[in-house]
Every structure is written in structure tokens, then in C-alpha cells.
């Protein structure tokens, strides 16, 4: 079993940065993408940024952040990051770290799919 461990949430104003962190358990070469979701209050999860660990590190934006926001992984330390710059107010929501074993079926950015979860931390954006 893999456990998602994420750090580096906080309260920032807008046109500030943040770093989160997702820092697997494990090492499984069976995990093909790691990535990050949000979902704000009373909204649906949405896919930020995925990358795929399986060894080209093919990188996925939601259409939001791209530009903004970049994903990198430490195959070392068997992390993910998320760094966040130019944040706005609407980037405030829940981001959870996810990865996944299936390559194909939904898209990479849709939550379903993913076999693993992270219990999520909190990012708040004030204008």
C-alpha cells in the first residue's frame, strides 16, 4: 500500500508563490503518474498538474494554471512538487497529491483513476 504524504500549504496574498510537496511512501515502479488535484468549497475536484513517473516525465496542466503553476518529481526522495507562482484568489481550494497505476482509461487529469490518495492540504489565496 502507498501512502501520499503532502506538505507546503498556507495562506499567501495574490501574485505570491507556494511550494507543496507529496512525498510517497513507497518506491513502485507500478505507479505510472503522480499529481495534483484541488477542489474548492462546494465545487468538484479538478485536475492541476500531473506528470508521468514512468520515465519520459511528460508533464499535464489544467488549462487554469498552465503558465503558473509547474510539477517536477525527486525520483531519489520519491517526491512530487507543485511550485505556485502568480497566485490568484481562485486558486484557494483543498490540493491533494494522487498517483495512479493505470496508463490508460481516463484522462490523466480526471480524479478517477487514480488508485492512491494524499489527505490534502489547504492553499488560500487572499486578494
Known amino acids: 500500500q502507498v501512502q501520499l504524504v503532502e506538505s507546503g500549504g498556507g495562506s499567501v496574498q495574490a501574485g505570491g508563490s507556494l511550494r507543496l510537496s507529496c512525498a510517497a511512501s513507497v518506491y513502485t515502479n507500478s505507479i505510472k503518474y503522480m499529481g495534483w488535484f484541488r477542489q474548492p468549497p462546494g465545487k468538484e475536484r479538478e485536475g492541476v498538474a500531473v506528470?508521468?513517473?514512468?520515465?519520459?516525465?511528460?508533464?499535464y496542466y489544467g488549462d487554469s494554471v498552465k503558465g503558473r503553476f509547474t510539477i517536477s518529481q525527486d525520483n531519489a526522495k520519491n517526491t512530487v512538487y507543485l511550485q505556485m507562482n502568480s497566485l490568484k484568489p481562485e486558486d484557494t481550494a483543498m490540493y491533494y497529491c494522487?498517483?495512479?497505476?493505470?496508463?490508460?482509461?481516463?484522462?490523466?487529469?480526471?480524479?478517477?483513476?487514480?488508485?492512491?490518495w494524499g489527505q490534502g492540504t489547504q492553499v488560500t489565496v487572499s486578494s
Open positions: 494522487a498517483a495512479r497505476t493505470g496508463i490508460y482509461g481516463h484522462d490523466v487529469l480526471s480524479q478517477y483513476g487514480y488508485n492512491y
Open positions: 506528470i508521468y513517473t514512468g520515465g519520459a516525465s511528460a508533464s
